[in-house]
């Protein structure tokens, strides 16, 4: 074994190297996330895979190794009720911001599933946790909120290694949020998400397939060593 | 084939369903993740796997797909140095911050990479993209941020797939990096990373290892249906 490895000249792999499958699988749970609004199944998440997926957000980096995140898992119908009012109040408002064509598309189409899917997530950021001044906050004072998001982002790519769906359900008030599930003053809600297991997963995402926007080509987002002097408008 | 289906109950797997394999292979690259400051390699990394990289951080969700990110991928050791000297001043300001014990102990520790990584990556917000009225985004304008963020983490963990090492400098001014890569004033700097080959993963956080904050119970983190009534101080 040893000669064989002097004569391959590679080395050992380390204990936590990846492979190419597990790179591959990677990729595949990356690139088929979606964001889930139609398709939820009302199974319900058996409790030891809702614990890993939140044990994958709570592996999320953050700031100064803050962890300024908190977890609050909502299955109550009565709850995801109110929840769903405030969302329709919010979404009547926005209805109005986009002109008459947008608008008309807009409401036409199913941007949640708070009922539908059996679990609501919401992730929170307590700004205050382990003092005030907080390693690697001091130049970036959002760096706290961002970690939270780090932690959805986790917790999305978990979920879907789980095949579970996902939706981020961001058109809600988050003062509304705050009041239904008793969420004090200092803590800021980062997001509401549904989750719950799905007939399928669409092959792109939603609002690409209906034409609201196109995929950006990656070579326009990508620029070498400056931001480009012709710069994108 | 039929027929055993048939027997065995169980619906025939789905072109995009992840197989157990797989779901370990994210979670071992989910645990495994690391913010990587001391253990760069300068061996450069491969043009393909760059692609692939920011491939994944690309296919990151946005609000309302507005796919709101930039990337500046940067070699040149004169920018970085550059990086290096705003980081140098936004960490001298940061330690006087700390109480005394705490200074002392910060000054000691090793917070970034960005001579000994062989490539930076910025990775911005363009607020203004695709209009003023951004579906998803009219309750909650903080979400084109949020999107760039879940771009970060989607880089992050591609990047541990590839056995890439990242770290987020955040001890940094946004004003001064966006002067040395020519950044204009209407797009936000998100995050600085480091990537590059490493010498080994640690198998915790660093600053775990060394006393700097443990990691919480997820017990502590998560709370079902409420938040708790003797809420944490």
Tied chains: 1, 2.
């Excluded at 002109?99 to 009922?115: F, H, P, R, V, W």
């Excluded at 946790?129 to 130049?139: I, S």
């Amino acid at each position: 074994m040893v000669l064989f490895q002097l004569l391959s000249r590679k080395p050992p792999p380390r204990p936590l190297d990846i492979t190419k499958e597990e790179r591959e699988a990677v990729y595949k749970t990356i690139f088929s996330r979606r964001d889930v609004r139609n398709e939820y199944l009302p199974n319900p998440i058996p409790d030891e895979v809702l614990k890993r997926v939140l044990t994958a957000a709570h592996h999320a980096p953050s700031v100064g190794f803050m962890q300024p995140w908190d977890f609050i898992t909502i299955k109550s119908t009565k709850t995801r009720a109110a929840i769903k009012q405030a969302f329709l109040e919010a979404h009547k408002e926005a209805a109005d911001m986009f002109d008459e064509a947008k608008s008309e598309q807009y409401k036409g189409l199913k941007l949640e599933g708070i009922m539908e899917a059996p679990i609501g997530i919401c992730i929170t950021c307590d700004r205050t946790r382990n003092g005030p001044v907080v390693l690697g906050k001091t130049a970036n004072p959002e760096m706290d909120l961002y970690s939270s998001v780090c932690a959805v982002q986790n917790l999305w790519l978990a979920a879907r290694a789980e095949n579970l769906g996902v939706g981020w359900v961001s058109i809600i008030h988050h003062d509304a949020l705050k009041k239904i599930i008793n969420i004090p003053d200092h803590i800021t809600p980062i997001a509401y998400l549904c989750m719950g297991y799905v007939s399928f997963f669409h092959e792109k995402p939603e609002l690409e397939k209906v034409g609201w926007l196109n995929r950006e080509d990656l070579s326009n987002v990508v620029h070498e060593e400056f931001w480009p002097e012709n710069e994108r408008i």
